[in-house]
Nanobody, 123 residues
Framework: QVQLVESGGGLVQPGGSLRLSCAASGVRFTINTMAWYRQAPGEEREWVATMSSGRTTNYSDSVKGRFTISRDNAKSTLYLQMNSLKPEDTAVYYC?????????????????WGQGTLVTVSS
């Protein structure tokens, strides 16, 4: 079964740190872009950070300088190191991946989402 499984969420005080992990399993093809999104209570899901297969990174302005995205291709795992956490970072964090599937007529680019992991920043 193709899936993404996040872990590492929890309760942390303002100014603290957490490291999220996202393990991809069952994907037999090349994973291209991987990313983190988050959804705060009552809000729309928003993009947080992206890492391409070439390791180019991009961050939303709200997390730039505090969060670091990285990936271990050998382990098919994506990470998000979150430092200097603020109460407004409280959200369910979702992992996203896009991969390439060759077909007789060309390529397909399926997308995957994880089930989410809750991060709560509170004193």
């Amino acid at each position: 079964q193709v899936q993404l499984v996040e872990s590492g969420g929890g309760l942390v005080q303002p100014g603290g740190s957490l490291r999220l992990s996202c393990a991809a399993s069952g994907v037999r093809f090349t994973i291209n872009t991987m990313a983190w999104y988050r959804q705060a209570p009552g809000e729309e899901r928003e993009w947080v950070a992206t890492m391409s297969s070439g390791r180019t990174t991009n961050y939303s302005d709200s997390v730039k300088g505090r969060f670091t995205i990285s990936r271990d291709n050998a382990k098919s795992t994506l990470y998000l190191q979150m430092n200097s956490l603020k109460p407004e970072d409280t959200a369910v964090y979702y992992c996203y991946a896009q991969y390439t599937v060759p077909t007789p007529s060309g390529y397909m680019y399926p997308e995957l989402w994880g089930q989410g992991t809750l991060v709560t920043v509170s004193s």
